[in-house]
C-alpha cells in the first residue's frame, strides 16, 4: 500500500518538474522570441551593413596584403638611405678634418713671416667655417636614429600581419573555408604560399645585422611626450 | 684637476658622433680621449684607462647609456665620475630619468662647440 502511494506521490512530483521545466523552456522561447524582435532589425542593418563594406574591406586587405609583401623592400630602402648618408658623412668628415689640419699646418708655417703680419688672413675664419660643417653632420645621427626606429617599427608590424594570415592559413580547417577566409582578407593564396616560404629569408634580412648600416638601438621608453628644450635643461642642471 | 688635464671617455655607437665629440674636444683644448660604441666596451675602456670625465651617447645597442651611467655610479670607484650626457632624446622625463640615473649634466644633439665647452666647465 505505502508503496503504491509512494510511487503515485512520484509519478505527481515528476509530472510537477515536468511541467515546470516545459514552463520554463516557453518562458525561455519567448524571450528568445522578444530578444529575436529586438535583434531582427539590427541584424538587418548588419547584413546591409557587411554587403555594402565587404567590397571595401577586400580591397582594403587586398592593400594590406600588398603592402605587407612590400615592408621588406621598403626596409631595406631605409637601410640603404642610411648607408649612402653614412659614406656620404664620413666623405665630407674626412674632408673637413684635412682642411683642418692643411689651415694649422698653413698657419704653422706662416706665423714668422712678416710680411703677413699685416695682411687679413682668413684662415680662423676658413676654420670656424670648417667646424661648423662638422657640427652640422650631427644630423647624420640624429636622422639615422629616426630612420633606424622606422624600419624596427616597419619589421614589427609586418611580423604581425604574416603572423595573422600565418594564423589563418594554420587553422584546422576544411581547405576551401581556409581559402575563402583567406581570400575575404584579400590574401591570394598562392601568393601567400610564396610569400611563407620567403619569409624565413626575408626575417633573416630583416634582423641581419651586417644588412643594416647601424645595430639596433636599445631604447628606453619615454612615458610622458613633454618636450624639453635645452634651455630648460640647463635651468635644471642650475 | 685643470680642464686641460681631462681624459675623456667618448661613448656613441655612431663613429661620425664620436669623431665629431673628439675634433670638437680637440678644438676647446683637450686633446686626450678615448672611445667606446657602447656601454659595454665604455666599462671595458674605463678598467684599461685612467679616464676622468665621461662623454656618452643615451641610444645605443648592446647596452645603453642610462644603463650603463646606473651601472658605474653602483660601483664605489665611479661614484664621482663626472658625466656628460648627449643625445637626441629631449622630452623632460628623458632629462629626469637621465638625472636619476646620475647624469652630471646633459646636453640634447645637435650641440655647438660652445655648449660642450659650457657643460665641460659647469661640471668641473
Same mark, same amino acid.
Given at each position: ?36 524582435? =529586438? ?86 675664419? !676658413? ?14 645621427? !640624429? ?11 616597419? =619589421? ?16 584546422? !580547417? ?58 630648460? !635643461? ?5 | ?124
Amino acid at each position: 500500500m505505502g508503496t503504491k502511494k509512494k510511487t503515485t506521490n512520484d509519478a505527481e512530483m515528476i509530472k510537477k518538474e515536468d511541467y515546470n521545466e516545459i514552463l520554463s523552456r516557453i518562458k525561455h522561447i519567448k524571450s528568445l522570441f522578444a530578444f529575436g524582435e =529586438g535583434i531582427l532589425p539590427f541584424l538587418e542593418e548588419l547584413f546591409v551593413f557587411l554587403k555594402e563594406v565587404t567590397p571595401l574591406l577586400n580591397e582594403v586587405s587586398s592593400n594590406i596584403m600588398n603592402t605587407t609583401g612590400m615592408m621588406p623592400d621598403a626596409a631595406f630602402e631605409l637601410d640603404s638611405a642610411v648607408e649612402e648618408t653614412s659614406d656620404a658623412t664620413y666623405r665630407i668628415m674626412e674632408s673637413v678634418e684635412q682642411i683642418l689640419v692643411l689651415l694649422d699646418e698653413y698657419q704653422e708655417k706662416t706665423k714668422d713671416i712678416k710680411e703677413l703680419e699685416n695682411v687679413d688672413s682668413p684662415v680662423d675664419e !676658413i676654420r670656424a667655417k670648417s667646424m661648423a660643417i662638422m657640427n652640422a653632420l650631427q644630423f647624420h645621427d !640624429i636622422v639615422s636614429q629616426k630612420l633606424v626606429h622606422v624600419r624596427k617599427v616597419l =619589421g614589427e608590424v609586418q611580423q604581425r600581419m604574416l603572423a595573422l594570415f600565418t594564423r589563418v592559413y594554420d587553422l584546422d !580547417i576544411d581547405s576551401d573555408v581556409k581559402e575563402n577566409i583567406l581570400s575575404t582578407l584579400g590574401v591570394n593564396v598562392d601568393e601567400f604560399e610564396r610569400i611563407m616560404e620567403t619569409k624565413i629569408e626575408q626575417q633573416n634580412r630583416l634582423t641581419d645585422d651586417s644588412t643594416g648600416p647601424r645595430k639596433e638601438e636599445k631604447e628606453t621608453p619615454t612615458p610622458s611626450a613633454a618636450k624639453f628644450d635645452q634651455s630648460d !635643461i640647463d635651468d635644471l642642471f642650475g | 684637476m685643470s680642464s686641460q688635464d681631462l681624459f675623456i671617455l667618448v661613448v656613441d655607437d655612431s663613429p661620425t658622433m664620436r669623431r665629431i665629440i673628439k675634433n670638437t674636444l680637440e678644438r676647446i683644448g683637450h686633446k686626450h680621449s678615448v672611445e667606446a660604441a657602447n656601454g659595454k666596451e665604455a666599462l671595458e675602456m674605463l678598467k684599461l684607462h685612467d679616464v676622468n670625465f665621461i662623454i656618452t651617447d643615451w641610444n645605443m645597442p648592446e647596452m645603453n647609456g642610462l644603463e650603463f651611467v646606473t651601472e658605474i655610479r653602483s660601483q664605489a670607484d665611479y661614484q664621482d665620475m663626472p658625466v656628460l650626457m648627449i643625445t637626441t632624446r629631449g622630452m623632460k622625463d628623458d632629462v629626469l630619468q637621465a638625472v636619476q640615473a646620475g647624469v652630471s649634466n646633459y646636453i640634447v644633439k645637435p650641440f655647438t662647440p660652445e655648449t660642450l665647452e659650457q657643460k665641460i666647465n659647469k661640471i668641473l
